[in-house]
Structure formats: C-alpha cells, structure tokens
C-alpha cells in the first residue's frame, strides 16, 4: 500500500522559475492539505481540499496554488519561485475532512 | 498570533523513564487535540487524540491528558525508549473544520 506519494523527493530551483510539486493518494480520501515545515516554526497550512473540485487557503498561501481536478492529485505550484519558499514540503490527505491526516515523506525544495 | 504552543524545543529523557511532552492552545473554540511523531527525513505519523469531552485517552505507553480550563495538554510517554526519540508535534481543530493548527515540536531525545 503506497499511501500518499509526493514527489520529486528534493529539488534545486532557480528564483523565478517555476515548480510543480505532485502529490499522490491511493486512499481514496475524500481531503488533502499541503503543508510546510520549517526549523522553528513547526508545520504550517498552504492549502487544502476538502473534496474534488474545491480548495481553501490555508495559514500561508501567498505564492502557491493548488487544484483538485479528482480525488487522487493535489499538485502545488510555485509559479514564481521566491528564496522564502526553500523548506520541506509534505503532502496529506484524510478520509474525511475531520479525521486523521496521513503525511506523504515530503518534498525537499531549495531555491537559490 | 500561535493559537498552539509547544514552548519547549526538546527534552531529554533517560530510557524506562517518563517523558513529558506539554502544549498550550488559545483558541477556546479548538475541541479536538492530537499529536503526530516525526522521525527525520519521514512525514509525520499519527499517535494518539483526545475529544474536549475527555480529560484522558491511553494507547499502550502512550497517554494524552486534556486540562480543557488551562487549555493545556500533555503527552506521556512511559516508558520511554530510545525508539520514541523523534520530533512530537501536537495539534488542534474545531468541529466542522478540516483544518489542523500545529505547534512548533519538541524533539525527544532518549537516551540508553
């Protein structure tokens, strides 16, 4: 049973580009979060989907986006990469929006 | 403003003792508590909850205490091993929301 797969794994990214983080779920849960985690601050909320087809901002969203085309992907986007956005990024889903959060082993983004 | 609190970075704890890991919420509308366990390079993993409605659960070693007046709670960990040597974030959400509000983390570290 794979769970949530996020991927790539770790990237290096140039300020200005463009990225795409994909995450993945073999669950079938109807929620996904996207979170950050930085050294301090602990886990924050970028975005989340409740079900298909909906999405809500989360604590931190300036400068990502997000979609829910169906139940299994949730990518995140970076259209702009900034320095601020280096951190680790995971990836969650839950069988409904009030249960417990299963966390993908994250994606490691660097930009320069 | 942090509306969840883990005011310690980490704790130190010798093994077959007890560790005590403490978070403090402000938001008195939160109702659901739980905490997740992180070991590095790997996504958080679920560890135990508590409803509002209790003031205790207990899942083997592991025992959450809610003191709902103080808006404080506590994980105990007995006995510890140096297994449970890991970052402990705790959590909280609100009935009918799907989003949860992390704390900082504590890193445990349990020493043979």
């Known amino acids: ?112 | 403003d942090q509306q969840v609190k883990q005011n310690s970075p980490s704790l130190s704890v010798q093994e077959g003792r007890i560790s005590i890991l403490n978070c403090d919420y402000t938001n008195s509308m939160f109702d659901y508590f739980l905490w997740y366990k992180k070991y590095p390079a790997e996504g958080p993993t679920f560890l135990i909850s508590i409803s509002s409605i209790k003031d205790k659960n207990e899942d083997g070693r592991f025992t959450v205490f809610l003191n709902k007046s103080a808006k404080h709670l506590s994980l105990h960990i007995v006995p510890s091993q140096p297994g449970d040597s890991a970052v402990y974030f705790c959590a909280s959400k609100r009935s009918g929301y799907s989003t949860l509000t992390f704390g900082k983390g504590t890193m445990l570290l349990v020493s043979p």
């Open chain 1, 1 to 112: 049973i794979a769970g949530i797969t996020q991927a790539p794994t770790s990237q290096i990214l140039a300020a200005g580009r463009r990225m795409t983080l994909r995450c993945t779920q073999d669950m079938r849960h109807n929620a996904m979060y996207w979170y950050r985690q930085d050294l301090g601050l602990g886990l924050r909320l970028i975005h989340y989907s409740n079900t298909a087809g909906t999405t809500g901002k989360g604590e931190v969203p300036d400068g990502y986006s997000v979609s829910r085309a169906n139940t299994d992907d949730f990518p995140l986007t970076l259209a702009s990469a900034v320095p601020s956005q280096t951190s680790v990024y995971f990836c969650a889903s839950s069988e409904q929006p009030t249960g417990e959060l299963f966390f993908g082993e994250g994606s490691r983004l660097t930009v320069l």
